[in-house]
């Protein structure tokens, strides 16, 4: 089973998959790319999804993976920063790292997207902007299943122990 845990920043990913690795230690956790990118600025996401990609297109990938973010959350960061007018290249790099995306995203069974929460603060130096408009944008991305690649979708909600135990149920199933 192959997961990936999506959402914008500040919305648990993080607490999610820990919580998860802990009952789930035969999952191999691969970490946010943003880890694995020095790049900033609209590079830096683009950087970050080809990492996400290649990562999950690797011959060598486990079976049994739950990843924080994918290409489609990058995605979904560049498509924000387009409608924020923040970048005038954001559309042509959508287009152009679409089909990377999709062939990623075909390597996933899950995809559980998380939403902001009004229990989780960001501050302004975290861009609450881009925050909402990224949010927005994955969920019109996740509507499209020449994107997702067929995986199934699990949007999760709530505080995180109510979120990990959607998790479990789905994946008892």
């Given amino acids: ?4 845990v999506s959402g914008t920043h500040a919305t648990g990913k993080s607490t999610l998959i820990s919580d998860f690795s802990l009952a789930h230690p ?3 956790v691969l970490p946010d790319p943003f880890e694995l990118v020095d790049d900033r600025g609209a590079g ?3 950087s970050q999804l080809r990492v996400s990609a290649e990562r999950l297109l690797d011959p060598d990938l486990p079976g049994s993976v739950i990843a924080e973010r994918g290409p489609l959350d990058l995605l979904a960061y560049l498509d924000a920063l387009g409608e924020l007018g923040r970048s005038a290249t ?3 790099l959508v287009r152009r790292e679409a089909p990377l995306t999709a062939r990623a995203m075909a ?3 899950l995809l559980v997207l998380l939403a902001p929460t009004p229990e989780i603060a960001v501050p302004d130096e975290e861009d609450p902007e881009l925050r909402d408009a990224m949010a927005d944008s994955l969920l019109d ?3 499209d299943p020449d994107l997702t690649g067929g995986a199934e979708i699990l949007e999760l909600s709530g505080p995180p122990s109510a979120r990990l ?3 479990e149920s789905t994946l008892r199933r």
Wanted: glycine share 0%; proline share 0%.
């Fill in 26 to 28: 035969e999952f191999v």
């Fill in 1 to 4: 089973m192959r997961i990936l």
């Fill in 165 to 167: 135990a959607a998790l």
């Fill in 90 to 92: 954001a559309a042509d």
């Fill in 44 to 46: 830096s996401f683009v």
């Fill in 107 to 109: 390597r996933v069974d």
């Fill in 141 to 143: 991305l996740a509507d």
